[in-house]
Structures are given as C-alpha cells and as structure tokens.
C-alpha cells in the first residue's frame, strides 16, 4: 500500500515556476514508478511526466518537454516536478501516482494517486 500526498500547488504568472512535490507513505516506494497526471475542468486527466524505480528513466508529454522535470528521491520517498516558463494552459489540479513495474503514460495503469493540488497561471 502506498498513501500519496501532493503539495506545492498555487497561483502564478505566465512565465514563472513553481515546484510540486509528493510524499509517499510504505516502505517499498523505491519499488514504484512514479508519475505526474493533470486534469483542467472540463478535460480528460492527462499524463505530464513519469519516473522509474531508480530515476533513471523520465518521460514527459510534448507539451511540456523542456518545461517541466520530474525527479524522485527514494530515502525521502518523494518525488518532485520542477515546472518552469509556466503557461496558462498549465492550469490544473496536478496529481501523483504510483504504479508497481515500469513507467507508463497512461493514468488507468497506476495502482495509488493522490488527493492532487491545483495549479492556476494567469497571464
């Protein structure tokens, strides 16, 4: 079992940054890959970026590749999203997740989420 917890969300400027972070509950986090999902009213929950297991492996959406990083850090079972030049369009509720093998870009294959934190950018 895994409990997920996300912070860090808030209210920005086009253009500036802001840096999510998740903190995992159970003793087996380094067993999980992690992802990030986001969801905007009235739209589909899409996937932003995934971790694997040791960090190693990162995947991102085109729409904020070399915007965002994900990263993780399995002693302090937390994994972050490091999100820079951020655009109105960025403007969701940002969600955790985790999921027992390799990454995968689709939310239906993570097994844990959290609650999320929204993210709102005005221009």
């Known amino acids: 079992q895994v409990q997920l917890v996300e912070s860090g969300g808030g209210s920005v400027q086009a253009g500036d940054s802001l840096r999510l972070s998740c903190a995992a509950s159970?003793?087996?986090?380094?067993?999980?890959?992690m992802g990030w999902f986001r969801q905007a009213p009235g739209k589909e929950r899409e996937f932003v970026a995934t971790?694997?297991?040791?960090?190693?492996?990162?995947s991102y959406a085109d729409s904020v590749k070399g915007r965002f990083t994900i990263s993780r850090d399995n002693v302090k079972k937390t994994v972050s999203l490091q999100m820079s030049s951020l655009k109105p369009d960025d403007t969701a509720v940002y969600s955790c997740?985790?999921?027992?093998?390799?990454?995968?870009?689709?939310?239906?294959?993570?097994?844990?989420w959290g609650q999320g934190t929204q993210v709102t950018v005005s221009s």
């Open positions: 997740a985790a999921k027992r093998g390799g990454t995968h870009l689709v939310p239906g294959a993570y097994d844990y």
């Open positions: 159970g003793r087996t986090f380094s067993n999980y890959a």
């Open positions: 971790i694997s297991w040791s960090g190693g492996t990162t």
